[in-house]
């Protein structure tokens, strides 16, 4: 598969005819260099800067089998580059010796036409072409567009507005329209730079690098090889895909009244999720869980009974890898040595908005082991059935673990975090019964955690940090790995002039009908968002769209099978169907659920109607049974049907067709 060709100062690596690499004195590939970082954070939003003062190109010295060894001229520096085959993949390992450096840079070489998606979860764009993507785990930012005045408010209030890029799960991974994947395996500060037309550039902040690349004839091929290497997800219960999941708060009679009333208007709540099972504070962010992970027999006085006796449906939690400092298991934490510590030895204590709490060292085997018991008896042991594992991107860069400096670890701890809910569930003999859902996460997590949400949402419409940025986060996840994942029903963020309306609720109830998951959620300000119980009329809503999520749990339960046995995401890109650069578009808001369905939400406000494209073959218009072939279309969408076509050829298509009548 490899094939390595030497000329006089150059060297061409190929693998199943693709060039992977390309170095000469006049083009080099390979680049060391020497900076001194700096950090500014407030809140999980972090400000990096690198303080570069070298950076010089390598030139090839040997190439002796497998080995290229390079030489940095001015200062002397070796480096030695070792290419292998593994499963099917092309592993290479970098490692430089002298100079002092710490900084390396790898050039691919690139098409002008060539276009490349991945990067993690990114929301704003499903093409990287042309922008440079830092991994760095943090905050997802709201609004996320510095052009637009959300984001400028949220700026201006606690530098919280966050750009194009910013996001709670980087990954330096990426898939190539020519048919290979490119994965760094490292976790330090790096960057994917595509704004070049012959070459995409991948920095990371260390002289010893390691990266994967691998080849296959489709993206199917190219995802077993990829999620191979970091490992896939188990099919979901059968009970997370069907019905919804229920999320309310402020206590067991709230609680139990509005699933009450949900089930009486006909909606099928599979689980409900009360966030403040704990306890909380109020802040001015809005209403605000309390951060020390017992149940609050106050808030929610004989929950204990009510999970025991509600037979039909599973009771989820909240939980973080932070403990607030007011509560017994910060003071537990302290006292047995648990917490993340400062510089100068003391317990790191932040502010997480207007509170403060110690991290849990996760490096340090008796401060993980305690935390995974904290899991497992306080959560599973309680009774709760699933729950979101919130957080896990605020390590700060200063701070001192067991295992290393908050440098090396940051973008590390989300994985670490995804593995002790993992190992919680799996020895409680719950794996395939408990679902646990993150929004932070790292290359690796797709080996632990269940479930992926995207975050934090505004309720709102806008492409970077709204609706349509929610489809755009479960595609390009998709293709960096991880193939479960949903999203906040209506959104979550409501802060300055945001209000969740009725329109907004009704047409991501829609979209989330066609996903894996509907989970619903009252946002971080409740009385100011509209609620799917508001109204006999969105009760009404809600309840189709449950009936219309059940029916389709045959398929779902396929779809999840096929991410579990093969990495093939539940939601995927049109270029899955047909590899054109229109399929490409980050302004489709469309994609394939599992093999046969085509969906496209409504993204607009005030739309009767929707734009998109079809790919290439004979789609059955799921609500009318017209036959579309493939290109531009313009359907009606009315509220309550989404256009979702299906492949005529589906072995699914008498379930499809039976929805028309639901």
Not at 47 to 74: N, Q
Not at 395 to 420: Q, R, S, Y
């Amino acid at each position: 598969m490899i094939q390595i060709e030497t000329n006089t100062g150059a060297v061409r690596l190929t693998a199943d005819g693709r060039l992977l690499l390309a170095h000469s004195d006049a083009a080099p590939a390979l680049f060391l260099g020497k900076g001194t970082p700096e950090t500014k954070m407030f809140r999980g939003n972090f400000e990096v800067t690198d303080h570069l003062s070298v950076r010089r190109p390598l030139r090839l010295t040997e190439a002796k089998g497998h080995t290229l060894r390079f030489a940095e001229p001015e200062s002397g520096a070796a480096f030695t580059l070792t290419v292998t085959e593994k499963e099917g993949c092309i592993r290479f390992h970098g490692t430089a010796e002298g100079g002092g450096f710490n900084r390396c840079w790898i050039r691919l070489p690139a098409e002008a036409d060539e276009r490349v998606t991945g990067g993690g979860e990114q929301f704003s764009y499903l093409n990287l072409r042309g922008r440079l993507f830092p991994i760095w785990t943090r905050e997802q930012g709201v609004g996320r567009n510095k052009a637009t005045e959300i984001t400028r408010l949220a700026d201006e209030a606690d530098g919280g507005g966050g750009d194009y890029h910013t996001t709670f799960f980087p990954q330096p991974t990426f898939v190539s329209s020519r048919k290979y994947f490119f994965h760094l395996e490292n976790y330090e500060y790096a960057e994917l730079d595509f704004r070049e037309s012959a070459y995409h550039e991948i920095g990371v902040w260390s002289a010893d690098v390691r990266f994967t690349v691998g080849a296959g004839e489709d993206y199917p091929t190219l995802l077993q090889k990829l999620t191979a290497l970091l490992g896939r997800q188990p099919a979901l219960p059968d009970w997370a895909m069907k019905g919804l999941w229920l999320g309310v708060q402020g206590g067991t009679a709230r609680a139990t009244e509005l699933r009450d009333r949900c089930l009486a208007a006909g909606v099928d709540v599979s689980a409900v999720w009360i966030q403040d099972w704990e306890g909380t504070r109020q802040t001015s962010f809005g209403k605000r869980n309390f951060w020390n992970w017992q149940w609050s027999e106050a808030l929610y006085p004989g929950l204990d009974r009510v999970i025991a006796e509600d037979k039909d449906r599973a009771w989820m939690g909240y939980i973080n890898p932070y403990v607030v400092r007011e509560g017994s298991l910060c003071q537990y934490a302290a006292e047995h040595g648990y917490l993340v510590k400062r510089p100068d030895g003391g317990d790191y204590l932040f502010d997480f908005g207007e509170f403060y709490c110690g991290v849990v060292d996760l490096t340090l085997p008796e401060a993980y082991e305690w935390y995974k018991d904290v899991i497992k008896t306080n959560l599973i042991g309680f009774g709760l059935r699933g729950w979101m594992a919130d957080f896990g991107e605020y390590l700060p860069t200063d701070a001192v673990c067991h295992g290393g400096d908050g440098w090396a670890l940051h973008n590390l701890w989300p994985t670490l975090w995804a593995k002790c809910n993992r190992e919680a569930v799996e020895e409680s003999g719950m794996l395939g019964q408990c679902v646990f859902y993150m929004r932070a996460g790292a290359a690796g997590t797709q080996r632990y955690s269940t479930l992926m949400w995207a975050g934090d949402q505004n309720v709102d419409w806008s492409p970077d940090d709204g609706l349509p940025s929610a489809v755009t986060a479960a595609l390009t996840l998709g293709m960096s790995g991880f193939g479960l994942s949903c999203s906040d029903t209506g959104g979550y963020t409501t802060l300055f002039y945001l209000r969740r309306d009725e329109e907004l609720l009704m047409r991501w109830l829609e979209f989330s009908c066609f996903t894996p998951v509907m989970r619903s959620h009252e946002g971080n300000r409740p009385a100011t968002n509209v609620q799917l119980y508001d109204t006999p009329e969105l009760l009404a809503f809600t309840a189709r769209m449950t009936k219309l999520h059940d029916a389709l749990l045959p398929y779902l339960r396929q779809a999840a099978r096929q991410n579990e046995a093969a990495g093939l995401p539940v939601m995927r890109p049109l270029f899955f169907a047909q590899d054109c650069e229109t399929a490409w578009r980050t302004d489709l808001y469309s994609y394939l659920l599992g093999d046969d369905l085509l969906v496209a939400p409504v993204v607009e406000p005030g739309a009767s109607s929707r734009k998109l494209w079809l790919p290439e073959g004979e789609w059955i218009h799921l609500w009318t049974g017209k036959a579309c072939a493939g290109g531009d279309a313009s359907v009606p969408a009315p509220l309550g049907q989404p256009p979702v076509f299906y492949r005529r050829t589906s072995s699914f298509g008498a379930l499809f067709a039976s929805l028309r009548t639901l």
